[in-house]
């Protein structure tokens, strides 16, 4: 294992790139999901000790919010990068194709591990973009296609497209960017998806349903 910057990376030729990304992931959303959890439980307890007289249970509220800064925030923190760095390192070894992919194919070329590092925990520090609001329906498409085998979107994005940590956000995204990977996942151009999840879905969508998504989550 070696620390890149403030991440580590561990380095994995027989599993790959992709199972390490989705490891970093499980542990991601366990954290995260538990730091919401928690919070929760942890103001029922201190409001439960403190009106009931029970310094035992205040107590463990204190210890337990030492387990849970160092498992849910520091941890959480050190593995969200994880998708932006695997994303340049895609780019590097050329698992994203298209034509409007070689400039960033030759500028992650020419980034070591520490580079693509820093830049991954820059960029994951930034805030999120922000939808466009338009009188335009919805397409149907959001909710699923059970005749096609393709789940809600919301199911991997978020309800509102706002994606998550591992997952990438697709509202307030440039619509012809969001129009191009999808075709490019279509197409077999893009092939750096865990399991070919998305690539998969992207096969039986048809142009206008990309353009209907890229229209809807686009700014």
Same mark, same amino acid.
């Given at each position: 294992?070696?620390?890149?910057?403030?991440?580590?990376?561990?380095?994995?030729?027989?599993?790959?790139?992709?199972?390490?990304?989705?490891?970093?992931?499980?542990?991601?959303?366990?954290?995260?999901?538990?730091?919401?959890?928690?919070?929760?439980?942890?103001?029922?307890?201190? +409001? %439960?000790?403190?009106?009931?007289?029970?310094?035992?249970?205040?107590?463990?509220?204190?210890?337990?919010?030492?387990?849970?800064?160092?498992?849910?925030?520091?941890?959480?923190?050190? +593995?969200?990068?994880?998708?932006?760095?695997?994303?340049?390192?895609?780019?590097?070894?050329?698992?994203?194709?298209?034509?409007?992919?070689?400039?960033?194919?030759?500028?992650?070329?020419?980034?070591?591990?520490?580079?693509?590092?820093?830049?991954?925990?820059?960029?994951?520090?930034?805030?999120?973009?922000?939808?466009?609001?338009?009188?335009?329906?919805?397409?149907?498409?959001?909710?699923?296609?059970?005749?096609?085998?393709?789940?809600?979107?919301?199911?991997?994005?978020?309800?509102?497209?706002?994606?998550?940590?591992?997952?990438?956000?697709?509202?307030?995204?440039?619509?012809?960017?969001?129009?191009?990977?999808? +075709?490019?996942?279509? +197409?077999?151009?893009?092939?750096?998806?865990?399991?070919?999840?998305?690539?998969?879905?992207?096969?039986?969508?048809?142009?206008?349903?990309?353009?209907?998504?890229? %229209?809807?989550?686009?700014?």
């Amino acid at each position: 294992m070696e620390t890149l910057g403030l991440y580590p990376v561990w380095y994995e030729p027989v599993l790959g790139s992709g199972w390490v990304l989705g490891v970093i992931a499980v542990v991601h959303v366990l954290a995260s999901h538990t730091s919401v959890g928690a919070a929760l439980v942890t103001t029922w307890l201190a +409001t %439960v000790a403190v009106r009931r007289d029970r310094p035992e249970l205040l107590d463990y509220v204190r210890r337990y919010g030492v387990f849970l800064l160092v498992f849910s925030y520091v941890l959480g923190s050190i +593995t969200g990068p994880g998708i932006l760095y695997k994303l340049l390192l895609d780019f590097r070894e050329g698992r994203i194709g298209g034509t409007d992919a070689g400039l960033m194919t030759v500028v992650a070329g020419g980034l070591n591990e520490q580079a693509m590092a820093d830049i991954a925990a820059w960029l994951g520090s930034l805030p999120r973009p922000r939808a466009v609001t338009e009188a335009v329906r919805p397409p149907a498409l959001l909710a699923g296609d059970r005749e096609r085998l393709i789940p809600p979107c919301e199911a991997c994005h978020g309800a509102n497209g706002q994606g998550w940590d591992v997952q990438p956000a697709l509202t307030g995204q440039n619509r012809g960017y969001l129009a191009g990977v999808l +075709t490019r996942f279509k +197409t077999g151009e893009r092939a750096n998806d865990l399991n070919e999840g998305m690539a998969q879905i992207a096969r039986v969508l048809s142009d206008q349903d990309i353009r209907d998504l890229a %229209v809807h989550y686009g700014r």
